[in-house]
């Protein structure tokens, strides 16, 4: 799980160290979309995150 900064995104920090992300990465998500505001702080996006992915995965065992 990968993490943007707050004056640059996650593509933008690839770039600078002249990486491909799409080659290093299997998908690239945002999991706050339409967040009302420039900048999320990493606390709330690292508990967003694995909260969706707490709910996917109990949802992947229920089947």
């Known amino acids: 799980v990968l993490f943007g900064a707050p004056d640059r995104g996650l593509f933008e920090i690839a770039r600078e160290e002249r990486l491909e992300l799409n080659s290093h990465v299997d998908y ?3 999991t706050i979309p339409g ?5 999320v702080r990493v606390e709330e996006a690292v508990a ?3 909260a969706i992915i707490n ?5 992947q065992l229920e089947q």
């Not at 967040?35 to 900048?39: A, D, L, P, V």
């Not at 709910?55 to 949802?59: L, V």
């Open 55 to 59: 709910i996917n995965a109990a949802q």
């Open 48 to 50: 967003a995150t694995l």
């Open 28 to 30: 690239v998500l945002n």
């Open 35 to 39: 967040q009302g505001t420039r900048t």
